[in-house]
């Protein structure tokens, strides 16, 4: 195990990473699905410039230049090559991309993004005894539903302006929670030990949820955890202390994997019961696990590099993973695969645009948004891998 010291700094550099604007030019209206407005809060898979706004400066550099948005031309503050599956989403329903909610002189007529890279869903203070200040996980689900209320305030003004806003709206509550954990597994806690956190970080995404449809949030989606252990970053973090048997024919770590699927178990039930007691509404939960594994089957066909789904496009080490916390994508010796299209992973840590479109058509137009709530115009179709 690494010491205390370099334990810090890759929380520190993983966590640099949370975040990665761009705007789009799709027209408003929302393409005949009934959906004028998004309304998102979450971390850095959903984050179109929140925490680059916020940093102090300084910090976060390597994000702010390329290659971070080189498939765009040029770095965006999203955390990726390119788009987010929050912005094929938002095309898809014939939206502009989300603008970040901290941005300045942005239109927010068809939505808000309120999500912040390194978000957690429990504030830090309540779970972690951290020494030293970090604002990049500062703004956890409880601040970001606090920003919406002022925003859907100030915006609408009156209670009854603000349900017939939401009544045409879609809110995505996460993906969050998943930062929760990378901090105590970031301190090499057991797993054992991590699974502790998973009951309070599922209270916390329902409660936000169930205060989003209480204030009139008709659509509503609660999207789940990654299976973690096939991420290039943890994959290359565990290289080491790992035996044959730790990981599945995917080549995926079994233990972290498993661990995020309890987490999803108990927040698909929980999601079930929020649905039950409000039957006027339509909530749904985004399984962003099995779309994701299905996404590594189907890799070939899906137009990736089938040998390269478990490294990183961008980073420095090559082997396997091509994973180097201590040279991660940015810092000096990383380098970035020549078309990040046939990759999976970015950074180690966060996909390519080509992995998130393809996770965003097989969950929004596929079967794994369960139930499936949304409408789209019959030229995307329908993907059920």
Request: glycine share 10%; net charge neutral.
């Amino acid at each position: 195990m690494a010491s205390s010291a370099a334990a810090f700094l890759l929380v520190l550099s993983l966590l640099a990473l949370h975040l990665c604007c761009c705007h789009g030019k799709g027209s408003g209206g929302g393409g005949g699905s009934g959906v004028t407005a998004i309304y998102s809060l979450g971390d850095s898979i959903t984050d179109t410039g929140n925490l680059a706004k916020e940093a102090p400066p300084g910090m976060f550099e390597t994000i702010k230049h390329l290659p971070y948005g080189v498939t765009m031309g040029t770095p965006t503050g999203r955390c990726s090559d390119g788009l987010l599956m929050i912005d094929f989403l938002a095309k898809d329903l014939g939206l502009p991309f989300l603008n970040p909610y901290l941005g300045k002189n942005k239109s927010f007529d068809h939505g808000v993004n309120f999500a912040v890279a390194g978000a957690t869903a429990v504030d830090p203070a309540d779970q972690f005894n951290l020494t030293v200040p970090m604002p990049f996980a500062s703004n956890s689900l409880k601040v970001q539903l606090r920003w919406f209320k002022d925003f859907m305030k100030s915006s609408f003004g009156t209670d009854q302006e603000i349900r017939k806003r939401l009544r045409s709206s879609l809110v995505l509550v996460g993906e969050i929670g998943g930062n929760d954990y990378n901090y105590a597994f970031f301190e090499y806690k057991p797993v054992a030990e991590v699974e502790k956190l998973i009951p309070g970080v599922v209270k916390t995404i329902i409660d936000a949820a169930k205060e989003v449809l209480d204030m009139g949030a008709r659509r509503v989606i609660v999207p789940g955890n990654f299976p973690i252990g096939c991420v290039p970053g943890y994959l290359a973090m565990n290289a080491a202390s790992s035996e044959p048997a730790d990981y599945d024919a995917a080549g995926c770590l079994r233990e972290l994997n498993h661990f995020a699927a309890k987490h999803n178990a108990r927040l698909q039930r929980a999601v079930g019961e929020l649905q039950a007691a409000h039957p006027g509404a339509s909530v749904a939960y985004a399984d962003y696990y099995n779309s994701f594994l299905a996404l590594l089957r189907n890799a070939s066909s899906l137009g990736f590099d089938a040998a390269s789904t478990r490294k990183a496009c961008c980073g420095a080490g090559g082997g396997e993973y091509n994973f180097d916390w201590r040279r991660m994508c940015g810092f000096e010796g990383a380098t970035a695969c020549a078309d990040p299209s046939a990759y999976v992973s970015w950074d180690g840590i966060h996909m390519t645009q080509a992995a998130y479109r393809a996770m965003s058509r097989l969950i929004y137009h596929g079967k794994y948004l369960q139930p499936q709530i949304l409408s789209f115009p019959e030229k995307y179709g329908q993907t059920q891998t």
